[in-house]
């Protein structure tokens, strides 16, 4: 089973942008679809996008649209999540997720997930 350990996360305006990296290790990078979730103070967690084991193959939550890029490199075993137009509402422990399946499956609900890293905090000052 893969391990997931995030990065990147920190203080930023609004309006900048910042980059979370999340870093596998364990079993075949290739093999697994990533997606990001976020959970802000006091509410539940959510999703944020996810790629498929094919990069070009993405999908984003509407409120987030336009504005964040997920990418990976299997070289690096590595996803990552680009976010730009930051806004205080994407303030949150921003989580990456791995889940083993299918070449063209792109996961978006949080039972799909097999494994989750710890998270990392992205605050956006207002």
């Known amino acids: 089973q893969v391990r997931l350990v995030e990065s990147g996360g920190g203080l930023v305006q609004a309006g900048g942008s910042l980059k979370l990296s999340c870093a596998a290790s364990?079993?075949?990078?290739?093999?697994?679809?990533m997606g990001w979730f976020r959970q802000a103070p006091g509410k539940e967690r959510e999703f944020v996008g996810a790629?498929?084991?094919?990069?070009?193959?993405?999908w984003y939550e509407d409120s987030v649209k336009g504005r964040f890029t997920i990418s990976r490199d299997d070289a690096k075993n590595t996803v990552y999540l680009q976010m730009s137009s930051l806004k205080p509402e994407d303030t949150a422990v921003y989580y990456c997720?791995?889940?083993?399946?299918?070449?063209?499956?792109?996961?978006?609900?949080?039972?799909?997930?097999?494994?989750w890293g710890r998270g990392t905090q992205v605050t956006v000052s207002s």
């Open positions: 364990g079993d075949t990078f290739a093999n697994y679809a």
């Open positions: 790629v498929g084991r094919r990069a070009d193959n993405t």
């Open positions: 997720a791995a889940d083993r399946t299918g070449p063209w499956y792109i996961p978006r609900f949080e039972h799909e997930y097999d494994t």
